[in-house]
């Protein structure tokens, strides 16, 4: 189970407090005034195929995060829950974590690829190979996160472990 803060359901036993309440009015007004302001920028500042690519962006944006990037880091979740069986649940999230890092770099940096590959006039933009330098993120990743998981491990079942002190 991973740790972390969660939203107490109604008769749960946790108490919300009007504190709260108020925060969280609070934080979606000052959010829906801020949408409201940008859309607004944008209208007026941009031409409109402009605001169709923004519209067009973000639109992929939510299909590549719900299509791709969600389900792979579910499926690898999924995978480690079972092999997890013989690590602490730290490490998975460890592990968890270098997934999400190395599928965002992915996102940025595959559609520079692909700019690359179609030619721009411009000689000063886009000119690293970036195929070959994603790739080298992602071993570095994975064993930066391997190590890191593997060394929690270890910590982990050291403290486990009982004394053997002789008192």
């Given at each position: 189970?991973?740790?972390?803060?969660?939203?107490?359901?109604?008769?749960?036993?946790?108490?919300?407090?009007?504190?709260?309440?108020?925060?969280?009015?609070?934080?979606?007004?000052?959010?829906?005034?801020?949408?409201?302001?940008?859309?607004?920028?944008?209208?007026?500042?941009?031409?409109?195929?402009?605001?169709?690519?923004?519209?067009?962006?973000?639109?992929?944006?939510?299909?590549?995060?719900?299509?791709?990037?969600?389900?792979?880091?579910?499926?690898?979740?999924?995978?480690?829950?079972?092999?997890?069986?013989?690590?602490?649940?730290?490490?998975?999230?460890?592990?968890?974590?270098?997934?999400?890092?190395?599928?965002?770099?992915?996102?940025?940096?595959v559609p520079e690829i692909r700019a690359r590959a179609i030619g721009n006039d411009n000689p000063t933009i886009l000119i690293a190979d970036y195929a070959p330098r994603l790739a080298l993120m992602w071993v570095a990743?994975?064993?930066?996160?391997?190590?890191?998981?593997?060394?929690?491990?270890?910590?982990?079942?050291?403290?486990?472990?009982?004394?053997?002190?002789?008192?």
């Amino acid at each position: 189970m991973m740790s972390g803060t969660r939203t107490p359901a109604p008769g749960d036993g946790a108490r919300v407090t009007r504190g709260m309440v108020a925060a969280r009015i609070a934080l979606v007004a000052i959010g829906v005034v801020g949408l409201a302001f940008g859309a607004r920028t944008l209208l007026e500042t941009q031409r409109t195929d402009q605001v169709v690519g923004v519209a067009v962006f973000l639109l992929l944006a939510i299909l590549v995060h719900d299509a791709i990037l969600s389900p792979v880091v579910f499926v690898t979740g999924l995978l480690l829950r079972k092999a997890g069986r013989r690590l602490p649940p730290g490490s998975l999230v460890i592990v968890q974590a270098g997934v999400v890092v190395m599928a965002v770099m992915t996102l940025v940096v595959v559609p520079e690829i692909r700019a690359r590959a179609i030619g721009n006039d411009n000689p000063t933009i886009l000119i690293a190979d970036y195929a070959p330098r994603l790739a080298l993120m992602w071993v570095a990743t994975a064993v930066a996160t391997a190590v890191v998981a593997a060394l929690y491990a270890r910590t982990r079942r050291q403290k486990d472990r009982p004394s053997v002190s002789q008192h």
